[in-house]
């Protein structure tokens, strides 16, 4: 599938944004240690969640979804190993080995695939479940953990990993004693997590700090629960509105999580005004470049690096993006320079000099959110472009392209 874009109009309108991509994901495995059904409003349709979905479907869970709503009832009796085939595919199927390990005691499962933006190692988790006292093996790229019960302990993570402080969590919530993981990521859908264990009755406190302490618990209920913002897809939006000269109203967003990307885009010259849960975003005046480094929240998200990049490839002078989180993250930019924009990449540093004008042409989307910084260039650049391999994009993207054609852009998918 592909996207062809024309590119030259300016957008306007209101757009709604949906349920958070890396929140729900998290949730749905979470849901498996339920010992009754589980509603999680305010869910996403894309692949990621499709494929997680069926990931738990292959674990025994039965699970419903109608509209923005997912029902999920677990099976009296869990299965432990996950489908190889759907692994491979989503790095996030990696947080079924929590739940599973607290919840029936054993989890066998492919080392997870996903995005090819640098290296992404599993050890934190690994290392944390051990701390819990469960047996881990890794052989043939698979792995597979047993614990007849886990343990509190205390977890130091030399890294604050959203995914190995998610994970943790979840495992420490149904664990004998207190876990305290320490240098914890801070990160919104964190916090997103606490709320939907302790709903269920867990005992999490200190979400959203460096330090998160669980109380482990017997057992844990069905919740009916809705899903934070996705802040990313929010970002993404606001820089489409940036690049084309536009006024975009974005609603039903936590204005709070964006913090980092409001700073930097009203320093880009980008004029940004905040209401309770919405933010009206529009270029007035010419974009100037900046210095953008990628850090764990509450710095600036990596994942709207890509995004921001698009955004300084057509500002006035140059700009400087210093990626700290994965090591291929620039992937994208050697198809932005297709369009015409003047890049100079030397190790985890990128130098982007703005152009007047880029240039519509064939461009491949080579992971998620570097595909969707070239749908931003795509809309601002003179003529015709077509961007190859979107199914990455719909991973984690809500009807992409309808929601831009509602602001007026002119794009279509296309075979």
């Not at 495995?29 to 494929?51: E, K």
């Not at 996903?114 to 792995?143: Q, T």
């Not at 919740?223 to 939006?237: F, K, L, N, Q, W």
């Not at 540093?349 to 461009?363: E, F, Q, Y």
């Amino acid at each position: 599938m592909r996207f062809s874009i024309v590119g030259g109009t300016r957008l306007s309108g209101t757009v709604k944004i949906s349920g958070a991509k890396n929140s729900v994901l998290k949730l749905m495995a979470m849901s498996l240690m339920a010992n009754d059904r589980c509603v999680i409003r305010n869910v996403p349709r894309i692949l990621d969640v499709q494929t997680m979905k069926g990931v738990i479907e292959a674990l025994g869970a039965r699970v419903e979804w109608h509209d923005d709503v997912m029902e999920i009832t677990p099976p009296e009796h869990l299965g432990t190993e996950a489908p190889e085939e759907l692994v491979r595919g989503m790095r996030a199927s990696i947080q079924i080995m929590g739940p599973l390990l607290a919840k029936v005691g054993e989890v066998h499962i492919a080392q997870p695939g996903g995005c090819s933006i640098g290296h992404r190692p599993v050890d934190f988790h690994l290392r944390g479940f051990r701390a819990m006292g469960a047996e881990v093996e890794e052989r043939y790229g698979y792995m597979r953990a047993r614990a007849d019960k886990l343990k509190g302990a205390t977890v130091f993570l030399d890294f604050p990993s959203v995914g190995a402080t998610e994970n943790l969590m979840a495992a420490a919530a149904l664990a004998e004693g207190t876990t305290v993981i320490c240098n914890a990521a801070r990160e919104p859908e964190i916090v997103d997590q606490q709320n939907f264990l302790n709903l269920m009755g867990a005992k999490v406190r200190g979400a959203g700090t460096g330090q998160i302490v669980v109380e482990g618990v017997k057992e844990l209920a069905g919740v009916d629960y809705t899903v934070i913002p996705d802040r990313i897809e929010a970002g993404t939006m606001m820089v489409a509105a940036a690049i084309t000269g536009g006024h975009v109203t974005l609603q039903d967003v936590e204005p709070d999580h964006l913090g980092f990307l409001v700073a930097k885009l009203r320093e880009m010259g980008v004029s940004v005004e905040i209401s309770r849960n919405q933010i009206d975003c529009y270029a007035d005046r010419p974009i100037r470049g900046a210095t953008v480094r990628s850090m764990p929240y509450p710095g600036f998200a990596t994942d709207l690096q890509p995004s921001i990049a698009a955004l300084a490839s057509v500002a006035e002078g140059c700009s400087v993006l210093i990626e700290t989180i994965y090591s291929n993250r620039f992937h994208y930019l050697e198809e932005m320079r297709k369009m015409g924009a003047k890049v100079i990449i030397e190790h985890s540093t990128a130098v982007i000099r703005g152009v007047d004008r880029l240039t519509g042409t064939n461009v491949c989307a080579p992971d998620l959110r570097g595909g969707a910084a070239l749908v931003l260039c795509a809309l601002a650049a003179d003529g015709h472009t077509v961007v190859d391999n979107i199914e990455l994009i719909d991973r984690g993207y809500e009807q992409f392209e309808q929601k831009l054609s509602g602001l007026g852009a002119r794009i279509i998918r296309t075979e």
